[in-house]
């Protein structure tokens, strides 16, 4: 097992590759009482056309099956999951992103129980006919409920708008109509062929002896055949263009809601010869010292009554292209709109104000691994986006500087938006 | 851990010192008994006072110097706690150890911010007074965005209207046009002398120091010895009401509302949590969940709501329209099953087994572990590992009886009128 020390802080990551392909991370703290594991298969709303190396042509599966694998999976032969870690009072739960499908455990007792039972219930697939029907009804809720909610929908509609081909245009569960095509057939062959250890990986953080997880997991695993494959997921040529540029929708609002979107090629700093994870990390300093709650936009917008709260600002990444949402509620939206492009045709960042937020990027380092949550989220996150733990964020932040960020920001100017706003229906 | 108390002659300091945690979280926490026409105005002060301050005198101000103190978090919460209220300002900052600043300077900040707010010729700061008022009109008409919430707050508004129960913590709309800056400042004036204060702080600190710093500077004169009620009495409805109302929601929202008749204060801080993590407080194992989502498709989520202090229990789900009478029919029937004792060892065990580790997760979050010490503090709650062993005791004949003591009151249907999105 290797021991990876997290630079400049105390922490340390293990890690351990098994001979069937799994990979195991693990950052312990025994400060804290409990543990947290992720069990996670590389498998998300946007592998929806794929093959294997034995395959001649793609499959097509329908959107939303990840989301509606995940929820079968509690299904076992003689009951559900839940049984067994209810038995042992562990907090259990799942979800599926655009990317991943994750199956979590939280608890502070029964570690091997839990840790066991988890590879388990995972790795076993039960999916009948009646299960899956009935599983329908209860997603078909689940999509309605969130049909509801307009934060959910200013992302969702914006990323419908921004993407031209990426699946991420598309409802992580699917819609209604994208469900009712799901087949058990699609359902064992999207099982069989991302369910494999060479395409899946555990996070286990908080109160944990890492060899005794690790020879837990071995052991689990020794007896249990697998058949990996070599996935191909059909490459997807995302254009620089959005799918539509503005649009409006009605819903049960009092405030306008507004998403402006920009979208970023990734190749457009190829000169820079820099890693994506700097990348990313230069373009989240640069947006939040621009609209975030220190800038002079957002003093201005608040003082002039154009917005009550601030600026919410979230970032993308895919493949090709970095998406920067800022979301806000005005009565305004045309002042907003103004102002943002304003901000963005005259970008300029002081060392006061870089210096400043390294400070706050290095604290929220520090402190994330008080949180065995965030520390277990933030390493999936690395596993997805760039394919690697990073080990050394403390030093990437000490090496921030104006120059490679004013380049950067040069890159900023004229870059594709689309704008949603959610109004209030009329009476 | 190390629990101290440190005493002023008008306020107490509460500290934890721990070596647990990298962060340091301190609350200065205003109570009294809740009142329905101060409510929007205790809303707005939450917002003012945590916004910026004489020496910050901007948002932006203050948040530059709470990133100057390494992207330290200052926020205020108002929650109700049955008939009273109860205003938290927190500071969540990193240990100044580890950064080798001076604590004093993180310890000043909050308590400079609350006592010395952008304030002339007693009124606030007039731009900041108008957003954040319109903030929170803003914030009370989202309402209409959380169908959930929304559907709970019609539900107990329908249920019970003439108690602090159905007092909606973000205010009305009506009560806006009222609040006056100067009004609102004889409101914080008012608050600063007449609500309790206490100060909690945990942390790996020197406590002895960070109370010294504390009583330096939060010069607090008045004494109170007022009374503060926490229970609610809410009226027992021998017939159950059943409303419908209209909303264009895309799923019809279901809630019920039961009251709890007479509970011991046993019952109130042991049986009644499991008798609700049972019933469907709990896993995603409960009698609702498997009622509603796992035996018949009809939802997404099913779950009861304990609400100790007003001695009530609201069960709420979201569903398709043609399913109301029989989500209502599975629903009542989860309730007999816990009347009539159908429940099973295990289901029993289970309960217990998951606010056991509900309970010990709460350990590992340092706003948690205060808030472990505000409810011992202020509602008498047992320590930790005797409320674990107590939850452990419970019994399947003190369920059967605590199940006796619930009458459903209220059913209320929000129908879903055209799909809400056009």
Known sequence: MEKIKIEKTKEYLFYEKLNNGLEIYIVPNTNQKNYYITYNTRFGSCNTVFKTANDKTYKKVPNGIAHYLEHLMFNMEN??????????????????????????????????????????????????????????????????????????ELT????????????????????????????????????????????????????????????????????????????????????????????????????????????????????LNISNHILNTYISIIYNILFGPTSDIQDKLISSKVI????????????????????????????????????????????????????????????????????????????ILYNKFINNYMELYDSINIETLNEITKQLKNITESILIIKPKKN | MTYKTYKTNTYNIYTIKTDKFKTCHMEIIFRNNIKKEDITKR????????????????????????????????????????????????????????????????????????????????????????????????????IIEDPKNYSINRLLENMCPNTESSININGYIEDLDLITNSNLYDYYINMLEHDYIDVYIIGDLDMDKVSKIIKDNLKINILKDHKIKYEVENKINNKTKKIYENFNFSQENLCIGLNIENMSLYEKNYVANIYN?????????????????????????????????????????????????LAIKLMKKALL??????????????????????????????????????????????????????????????????????????????????NGKN
């Open chain 1, 79 to 152: 009951g559900s999951a839940f049984d067994f870690f209810s038995k042992l009072g562990a907090s259990v739960n799942a979800f599926t992103t655009y990317n991943l499908t994750c199956y979590e455990v939280y608890s502070s007792t029964y570690f091997k129980e839990n840790l066991n039972y988890l590879l388990d219930y995972v790795g076993t697939p039960y999916f009948t006919t009646e299960l899956i029907n009935n599983e329908r009804g209860i997603i078909t809720e689940e999509i309605k409920m969130y049909d509801n909610n307009p934060n959910t």
């Open chain 1, 156 to 271: 969702y509609s914006a990323y419908k708008n921004i993407f031209v081909n990426d699946n991420r245009k598309n409802l992580i569960s699917g819609t209604i109509e994208d469900i009712k095509k799901i087949t058990k057939e699609n359902i064992l062959d999207c099982y069989n062929t991302f369910y494999n250890p060479n395409n899946m990986f555990i996070v286990i953080t908080g109160n944990v002896n890492p060899y005794e997880a690790v020879a837990i997991i071995e052991e689990n695993q020794k007896n249990k055949k697998f058949n990996n494959v070599d996935i191909i997921n059909k490459e997807i040529i995302e254009p620089k263009t959005v799918n539509n540029n503005y649009q409006e929708i009605e819903m049960n609002v009092n405030t306008n809601k507004i998403n402006i979107s920009y979208k970023i090629p990734i190749k457009n700093f190829k000169k």
């Open chain 2, 337 to 418: 099953d816990m009347y009539k004792g159908n429940i099973t060892d295990e289901e029993l065990e289970n309960a217990k087994k998951l606010i056991t580790t509900t309970l010990n997760m709460s350990l590992d979050v340092p706003g948690r572990i205060i808030d472990n010490y505000i409810f011992k503090n202020l509602y008498g709650l047992d320590e930790l590992e005797i409320r674990i062993k107590n939850y452990n005791n419970v019994t399947k004949k003190e369920i059967i009886d605590f199940a006796k003591k619930i009458k459903i009151n209220t059913i209320l249907c929000i129908r879903d009128g055209e």
């Open chain 2, 277 to 325: 993590m049972i019933l469907g407080g709990g896993s995603l194992e409960t009698k609702l969940y498997n009622r509603l989502r796992n035996e018949n498709s009809l939802c997404y989520n099913c779950v009861s709501i304990y609400q100790k202090f007003d001695n009530l229990i609201i069960l709420h789900t979201a569903i398709s329209k043609e399913n109301e009478a």
């Open chain 2, 43 to 142: 809303s707005i002060l939450t917002e003012i006072l945590v916004e910026n301050s004489k020496k910050y005198n901007s948002r932006r101000e203050m948040v530059i110097e709470l990133e100057n103190l390494y992207n330290s978090y200052f926020y205020g919460v108002t929650n109700r706690i049955g008939s009273s209220i109860l205003t938290s300002f927190c500071f969540d900052f990193i240990n100044p150890k580890l950064v080798m600043e001076n604590i004093e300077d993180f310890i000043k900040f909050p308590i400079e911010t609350i006592l010395n707010p952008n304030v002339n010729n007693n009124e606030f700061d007039i731009v900041t007074f108008e957003y954040i008022k319109e903030r929170v009109k803003k914030d009370i008409e989202a």
């Open chain 1, 308 to 383: 009550q709260n601030g600026i919410n600002i979230n970032k993308t990444f895919t493949k090709d292209y970095i998406i920067l949402s800022l979301t806000t509620e005005t009565d305004y939206t045309d002042t907003f709109i103004r102002l943002v492009k304003e901000t963005l045709n005259k970008i300029n960042i002081s060392e006061t104000d870089l210096t400043r937020k390294l400070k706050v990027y290095k604290s929220n380092y520090i402190l994330h691994f008080d949180d065995i949550e965030l520390v277990n989220n933030n390493i999936q996150d690395n596993l």
